[in-house]
């Protein structure tokens, strides 16, 4: 439920003056330079230090071989400015596609042959006059990381990433519409792009609700996979409960306990003492991620069947708008607006959407996204075989194979409060990996 101060922010653009809105305009623009000039320094220390080395491993005064040096250097740079310049400098939340990577291989082949002009250029000026190979050769370069940056930086904001800006806008808007539609029942509604199990398209909507009066006849089950989350696995549960009580007459929540060694398991226990709505299915040992889900959604006797994590990372609320959705779609697949995670998990999972989407795919905005509604026939007639975490991969996958319709709407992200996350463990990377190779090779086989 929104706060006062909430709908506060949504009243202070109407409230401000002219000079106010072209300061408020002009802030994100200059952060926006400043954090595309730090990806700069991070690309120019890579390409100057990848540069030198190869001069002093393999010394050479000619022109042409220095072009190559310079090429290979300037190569290593874009793949650092791709991953920080995506995902940081312009807050490009869309999935990895063939075009985004051609464009961005476009614009760096124009800096190529851009920085290679100009080292060609100052070579001939600055060769007769300076002795030390390696003094002309940096300064040479030094001026070609000048005259390319601009071109860099438009070809990326206004080619490249266009529209991450209006996108990440169009998601706030979502935010304060779904913030506000929960605190007032204001309807709200959004227009969307069809998306199935075979296309390649997505989705984000939200549906009308109103939190008064909002009610459905389905049955629901909700799967909590848990693992050492004693500190917040009590507020979790009586969120759900109380915020689904209102909403849907027959629900359950099965708690997962995937061999937790703190005291998850007494506390759940305690919780199902005076609510017959809870239950717990215990696992002995940690089997994973994966391994507590399937058991979870095997345990699920209703209609539906909603997941989400335990440990308090997303808000019950934001479940509302899924309920119309699951009337139109087979499955709605929540994903998250803004990440409340440590650059390197969203590195990570970069990564690992890019090799979902290469070796199964599964094009979707955020394949291991925690907020998901399914109908539970799916589970019912298809066996899940992975136990890591490829699961959601492997639920996507199937939803694909076999024709089902999905839907995709934005959810918020909240920072933990408590607790580890397992997820960037290399373990579990490696385990994740080895799943998806070998059933990537298994299910394309079998679809053969």
């Not at 190569?75 to 464009?103: I, P, Q």
Request: charged letters at 20%; aromatic letters at 10%; proline letters at 2%.
């Amino acid at each position: 439920m929104a706060n006062s101060s909430d709908l506060k922010l949504d009243l202070l653009p109407a409230m401000q003056g002219p000079p106010a809105r072209l300061l408020e305009s002009l802030d994100p623009l200059f952060w926006q330079a400043v954090r595309f000039v730090t990806v700069g320094i991070s690309n120019v220390t890579i390409d100057v230090l990848t540069l030198n080395l190869l001069l002093l491993s393999f010394p050479t005064s000619n022109t042409n071989l220095l072009l190559l040096y310079s090429s290979v250097a300037y190569a290593l740079g874009a793949f650092n400015s791709y991953v920080l310049n995506k995902f940081w400098t312009f807050h490009s939340r869309r999935a990895t596609t063939g075009s985004e990577l051609l464009r961005f291989a476009i614009v760096n082949v124009a800096g190529i042959l851009c920085s290679d002009c100009i080292i060609w250029l100052m070579a001939g000026i600055l060769q007769p006059v300076a002795a030390n190979t390696i003094l002309w050769a940096n300064a040479s370069k030094g001026a070609a990381i000048m005259g390319t940056a601009m071109l860099s930086y438009l070809g990326m904001r206004l080619w490249v990433f266009a529209g991450a800006s209006r996108t990440k806008e169009s998601e706030k808007k979502r935010k304060h519409l779904l913030i506000a539609g929960t605190a007032t029942g204001a309807q709200k509604k959004q227009s969307s792009d069809h998306i199935d199990g075979v296309s390649n398209g997505t989705e984000s909507a939200l549906s009308e609700t109103k939190e008064s009066t909002f009610r459905t006849s389905r049955s629901l089950s909700v799967v909590l996979p848990a693992y050492n989350e004693e500190t917040v696995i009590a507020e979790t549960v009586y969120s759900i409960t109380s915020i689904l009580t209102p909403w849907v007459q027959d629900f359950e929540v099965i708690v997962v306990n995937d061999g937790s060694r703190d005291n998850t398991k007494a506390i759940v226990e305690r919780i199902m003492a005076i609510d017959s709505r809870v239950r717990i299915i215990n696992h002995r040992v940690n089997q994973g991620y994966g391994a507590a889900l399937v058991s979870g959604f095997e345990a699920a006797a209703k209609d539906l069947v909603f997941f989400t994590d335990s440990d308090g990372q997303f808000d019950p609320c934001d479940l509302a708008p899924f309920f119309s959705q699951i009337e139109k779609y087979d499955v709605v697949l929540g994903y998250r607006l803004k990440r409340q995670d440590t650059w390197m998990r969203k590195l990570n999972a970069w990564g690992w959407n890019l090799l979902v989407s290469l070796f199964l795919g599964v094009r979707v905005r955020d394949v291991d996204c925690a907020f998901k509604l399914y109908r539970a026939d799916f589970f019912h007639k298809h066996r899940l075989e992975t136990s890591g975490a490829m699961i959601n991969a492997e639920i996507l996958y199937k939803l694909k194979r076999f024709g089902y319709t999905y839907t995709q709407v934005g959810v918020r992200h909240l920072p933990r409060r408590s607790g580890q996350a397992t997820g960037a463990r290399f373990s579990v990377i490696v385990r994740a990996l080895r799943e998806l190779f070998t059933y990537a090779w298994k299910w394309h086989r079998e679809a053969a």
